[in-house]
């Protein structure tokens, strides 16, 4: 059964930092291509970030680029979410997904993220 | 940026009947090697999206033949053609021709 079970959401104060973790399971990570997709409070989903399986290609929403990294450790079958800068607006559940071209066929159960002073 | 929109935004729909979703791309999501990366996600409330439907008519392993994608270009809907109660939630389309968008999403109730 696959299974991505997402970590490391958390309180953080505006203009702080944090990294979130996406593990992976019951399937072969490295040959996929994994984004991340958040969904503020009440509202509809959000792209933020896609890499490519050998981590060498990643794309941004203009709302993350410069703040977001997208990263991956296919030793470890893990996904990662380097966020810094945050804002206010950042505020959301973070999901991870699997797949390409919009074909996202498995996802998380997500992290909530709270940003707030 | 490509821009998704919906309608309608919310939908009452009577069990047994049937449903349909409009999804409006801002510029046309056909891309360069020809094919069209449509897909549709169905949110239920406190879970993840899951897949529906890829590539405007491919239904996902598991989604029943109840549901159905259509359309070309910039125009898609998305049909159900009996609606059950398990279907409630929000409806999703989302283009991954350049880069990803969602659509504002489109919360199916029943009446």
């Known amino acids: 059964e696959v299974r991505l079970v997402e970590s490391g959401g958390d309180l953080v104060q505006p203009g702080g930092s944090l990294r979130l973790s996406c593990a992976a399971a019951?399937?072969?990570?490295?040959?996929?291509?994994m984004s991340w997709v958040r969904q503020a409070p009440g509202k509809g989903l959000e792209w933020v970030a896609t890499?490519?399986?050998?981590?060498?290609?990643?794309y941004y929403a203009d709302s993350t680029k410069g703040r977001f990294t997208v990263s991956r450790a296919n030793t470890e079958n893990t996904l990662f979410l380097q966020m810094n800068g945050l804002r206010v607006e950042d505020t959301a559940v973070f999901y991870c997904?699997?797949?390409?071209?919009?074909?996202?066929?498995?996802w998380g159960q997500g992290t909530l993220v709270t940003v707030s002073s | 940026d490509i821009v998704m929109t919906q309608t309608p935004l919310s939908s009452p729909v009577t069990l047994g009947q049937p449903a349909s979703i409009s999804c409006r791309s801002s510029?046309?999501?056909?891309?360069?090697?020809?094919?069209?990366?449509l897909s549709w996600l169905h949110q239920r409330p406190g879970q993840p999206p899951r897949l529906l439907i890829y590539?405007?008519?491919n239904r996902f392993s598991g989604v029943p033949d109840r549901f159905s994608g259509s359309g070309a270009g910039t125009d898609f809907t998305l049909k159900i053609s009996r609606v059950e109660a398990d279907d409630v939630g929000v409806y999703y389309c989302?283009?991954?021709?350049?880069?990803?968008?969602f659509g504002q999403g489109t919360k199916l109730e029943i009446k």
């Open positions: 997904a699997r797949g390409q071209w919009g074909t996202f066929d498995s």
């Open positions: 019951g399937f072969t990570f490295s040959p996929y291509w």
């Open positions: 890499i490519n399986p050998d981590g060498g290609e990643t």
């Open positions: 510029q046309s999501l056909v891309h360069n090697d020809g094919k069209t990366y």
């Open positions: 590539k405007i008519s």
């Open positions: 989302m283009q991954a021709t350049q880069l990803i968008t």
